[in-house]
């Protein structure tokens, strides 16, 4: 392998490192593309394609040499918005001049083993808090504010310890829309919530895939349809099963 051949492969896996993080951390699928190919541009390639869906990121260079291609497989995905607009100076560093291959790679690599999640105790605390004031913007009453933290909470808690057991969200997705239900059936039958479906919506508001629909109605206003297409889809299991969860317990009554 040639050199020139050879600065091609690292300047392809500069762009396809940069694009799994932005995957992975929520990023929409037009973003991605055009931030890979953008990179690519800046470090010398000038003719690029990419093709980017949920779970995986084809990428070809083309030069005076043959054209090359690699696929990476995405498996992972989860929201850290903070990774993305990392990525994204990165990017504008590498096209102003600021940083060159090597250094934009090594400091991709620190973004993406780098941990800027909350502790688990603070996120369940932001959810508990979050279910109370949406349980109130659903005009709910302030005696309910108590039991819909105490539910949502302990449903974004059950989520996030079911799902490092079982790598499948929708069964964790299930499970804890099904724990919300049956706290909130528990509260309000021992006298300490009034109005059940109100602590419900509030409690589940939590597991509702936001930023996913967000970012399937976006790609498909980019027109990436099988990538809008699928995230819709996710969106609609995750949606399908958070109502399952809750109708198993309704059944109760």
Same mark, same amino acid.
């Given at each position: 392998?040639?050199?020139? /051949? ?29 931030? $890979? ?5 800046? =470090? ?16 070809? /260079?083309?030069? +005076? ?9 995405? @498996? ?37 083993? $780098? ?10 605390? /932001?959810?508990?808090? *979050? @279910?109370?004031?949406? $349980? ?35 069964? @964790? ?17 021992? #006298?300490?919530?009034?109005?059940? +479906? ?17 970012? *399937? ?5 980019? #027109? ?5 297409? @699928?995230? #819709? ?7 399908? /099963?958070?109502?399952? #969860?809750?109708?198993?317990? =309704?059944?109760?009554?």
């Amino acid at each position: 392998m040639n050199d020139q /051949a050879s600065k091609t492969y690292e300047i392809m896996e500069v762009c396809l490192l940069a694009g799994k993080i932005m995957l992975q951390s929520g990023g929409e699928t037009y973003r991605v593309e055009d931030t $890979m190919m953008r990179i690519a541009a800046a =470090l010398g390639v000038e003719k690029s394609h990419s093709y980017v869906t949920p779970t995986g990121i084809i990428f070809s /260079a083309e030069g +005076d040499e043959p054209t090359k291609t690699k696929l990476i497989r995405i @498996s992972e995905r989860s929201t850290d918005l903070k990774k993305v607009a990392l990525v994204n100076s990165v990017s504008r560093q590498i096209t102003s001049g600021d940083l060159n291959m090597k250094e934009a790679l090594n400091r991709l690599q620190e973004i993406e083993t $780098m941990t800027l999640t909350f502790p688990l105790w603070v996120q369940t605390a /932001a959810a508990s808090l *979050a @279910s109370g004031c949406f $349980m109130i913007m659903f005009n709910g009453t302030w005696i309910d504010f108590i039991p819909s933290m105490i539910s949502g909470g302990l449903g974004y808690l059950s989520f996030v310890k079911f799902h490092r057991f079982v790598p499948i969200k929708f069964f @964790s997705e299930f499970l804890a829309a099904f724990i919300i239900g049956l706290l909130s059936l528990l509260l309000v039958q021992i #006298g300490f919530g009034k109005e059940l +479906d109100k602590i419900i919506i509030g409690s589940v508001m939590t597991l509702v895939p936001g930023l996913l629909v967000t970012n *399937a109605i976006r790609d498909l206003m980019a #027109g990436h349809l099988i990538a809008g297409l @699928s995230k #819709g889809a996710e969106a609609f299991l995750t949606a399908f /099963a958070i109502g399952a #969860g809750i109708a198993v317990v =309704l059944t109760f009554l």
